[in-house]
């Protein structure tokens, strides 16, 4: 029942702001693709195929995790620190773990509809991508591993300046560096290995290949729900430590 409440609460969230939401949700894809589709990518071929098709897989894998992040993040963010509600949450007799659970799942449906949006989009652009169950499944662990992220980032922070430094050192560096405008194939042995470990690599990688070539890596959505599963767990014991 907690799951439920959770999610119509963000629901009737959602639907109050939905212009804003939408608007928010596209524009920085929309400047991706002008910048780095129309502008340096025109003529440009990737893996064999045009940038405009290479770049779309990690424009949603980029978006999909932002907009689970910031879902999620921004909302508790204000909660704990503005309107002091949130330890109403904490101190109800709720179940945390179905607590944690409907707020990243709230996250992770955000991250799905701005997915949807850049499919839409990318269309405006002259693009149709392949898309299959498979295609959807990614896009919702990448968008559920990331809520869980923000969820726990949001329990764990002071101040808003803290949550500026986590996007700081771990949000966009992931964003810019997993594969999501570039090939990793050129980057040193090292570096590639450690960018190839994190959840954004993997769903850009799969998701890339689902439009490109049709098929994907099995062990990449095993690792991306082993990721989920491990920040799920981790938002979970975030809760708990709040409630002390």
């Known amino acids: 029942m907690e799951i439920f409440t959770v999610l119509w609460r963000e629901y009737l969230f959602f639907r109050r702001r939905i212009v804003r939401i939408t608007s928010a949700a596209i524009m920085s894809p929309v400047l991706y693709l002008i910048a780095f589709g129309w ?88 693009v149709k991508i392949s898309i299959n169950t498979y295609f959807v499944i990614i896009c919702f662990l990448n968008s559920f591993i990331f809520s869980a992220l923000g969820y726990a980032a949001a ?29 990793l194939e050129n980057l040193p042995g090292a570096v590639k290995s450690f960018i190839g470990i994190l959840p954004l690599s993997h769903a850009s990688a799969s998701l890339r290949n689902i439009v490109l070539r049709g098929d994907f890596s099995h062990s990449s959505i095993l690792v991306l729900l082993i990721y989920a599963v491990l920040l799920y767990f981790v938002g979970v014991f975030m809760s708990y430590r709040e409630m002390k």
């Open 39 to 126: 502008g340096l990518g025109k003529d440009v071929v990737v893996e064999g195929a045009t940038y405009m098709h290479f770049i779309i897989p990690g424009i949603i894998a980029i978006t999909t995790m932002n907009t689970g992040f910031n879902a999620v993040s921004s909302r508790i963010t204000v909660s704990k620190l503005h309107e002091k509600s949130f330890e109403y949450y904490l101190t109800s007799p709720v179940s945390m773990p179905l607590m944690a659970l409907g707020q990243i799942l709230a996250g992770a449906v955000r991250g799905i509809y701005a997915a949807v949006l850049i499919v839409l989009v990318s269309l405006l652009f002259g």
């Open 155 to 183: 329990l764990s922070i002071e101040s808003h300046y803290d949550m500026s430094r986590f996007n700081t050192y771990i949000m966009t560096p992931m964003s810019f560096l997993c594969g999501t405008f570039f090939s």
